[in-house]
């Protein structure tokens, strides 16, 4: 009997089964059968806030489906700004020009360890520097002139890289122009100096004066070489504090020089006031007004 019952249950089980599923689960539709219609999911997308988008983690993969108005919001989250690196070319003109100068400033203190002390001790004390003007012949040695040089090709350098970061000028093919008007402006102004001695005979004063420009270009020399490394190797949002540094330290040197030079030549000064302010608007003022008028151009 009870053999009988589990047939019963089993044959009304089979019955069951087979009613209620119509098709094999396991077949295999091909192209020319008819492919079963796929359940119509809503779309949830414009519900779904783009929180997992800003993940930080790289490696997170979001299953979300991206809408086309989502690309720029991705953009701005994998490319932040100041992730860009900037890469200096080697053939890079003010990279080769401060290579050239550290082997001049290299040569400098091979030549005279204590130069730089010298320089200092040289503005805070008149005595010694008329005895290093007597010791290095009046700025004519070899560390001097150095020095002088490295200054000008520094200067120029400093008013390229203030021109073609600060004010924006194209200026690709001007640092040679800028140069010879440096070197003619500074040179110049010794000759001038040696010209005005030789007029009213105040050579030994004159002498003096120019050994003490020599002496403030060869500390300024140091002091623009560092600004103009800063200025290469630096960011971009550096340019305008270290124009307006390299400023300060030309103008703080500049009334330093021209108060030494008044100590010098005070008794020539009180003699000739009116030659002297012929002088001083000529060949000091006017310089740096024609400067202004070119800066004010660009």
Known sequence: MRKHYLLVVFFMGFITLTNSQRTNPFNIYHVEDSVPKA?????????????????????????????????????????RPGQGKENISITYGP?????????????????????????????SNDNFLKMMHY???????????????????????????VAQNVFSAVVDKSLVFIFIGVTGVFVGKHIVI????????????????????????????IIFLTINILFVFGPTIWSKALAIIGAFFFVIFLMSRYYKGIKIGRRHVNNNVFHFFLYFCAFELSPWVIVYKLANGI
């Open 39 to 79: 359940v119509v999911i809503e779309d949830v997308t414009e519900e779904v806030t783009s929180n997992k988008l800003e993940g930080d983690n790289p490696f997170n993969i979001s299953h979300i489906p991206i809408r086309k108005n989502q690309y720029k919001q991705i953009e701005q989250l994998t490319t």
């Open 95 to 123: 990279l080769w020009i401060l290579a050239i100068s550290l082997c001049f400033l290299a040569y400098m203190f091979f030549v005279r360890r204590n130069h730089l002390m010298s320089l200092l001790r040289s503005l």
């Open 135 to 161: 010791e290095q012949s009046g700025g004519r040695s070899t560390v001097y002139f150095l020095g002088y040089s490295l200054f000008l090709i520094n200067f120029a350098l400093f008013l390229y890289l």
């Open 194 to 221: 040696a010209l005005v001695s030789w007029v009213f005979e105040f050579q030994k004063e004159a002498q003096l004066y120019n050994f003490t420009i020599i002496t403030i270009r060869n500390l300024l020399a």
